[in-house]
């Protein structure tokens, strides 16, 4: 079997592949393997952005979930004074508060 190009080259190792392959994935041991590796990936993503967290701590450094918390905060008194500047002007009778 002689590929004359790239592409056919392709098409010819996939046709030997790609039954072999279909088989493997189709059994239960198959499918358990991969449950067992998105567990592990899971806990490994865990465990590391546990360490990261603590590291950028260490150096006064925010993590991910501080500037979100913060962020959040933010919004939160951004919506709080856009209330009370709403009920000053309406409270004194519709005049502008900058």
Not at 28 to 47: K, N, P, Q, Y
Not at 61 to 84: A, F, K, Y
Request: aromatic content about 4%; overall charge positive; glycine content about 6%.
């Amino acid at each position: 079997m002689r590929c004359r190009t790239p592409f056919g080259a392709y098409e010819a190792i996939e046709q030997q592949l790609n039954p072999r392959l279909k088989a493997v994935m189709d059994t239960d041991e198959f499918a358990r393997a991969l449950s067992i590796a998105h567990t592990w990936r899971d806990v490994v993503g865990r465990a590391v952005g546990s360490v990261n967290v603590r590291l950028l701590h260490a150096v006064s450094m925010p993590s991910n979930s501080d500037v979100t918390r913060l962020s959040r905060h933010i919004g939160e008194l951004d919506r709080e004074v856009r209330m009370l500047r709403h009920e000053l002007t309406h409270r004194d009778g519709g005049s502008h508060v900058s």
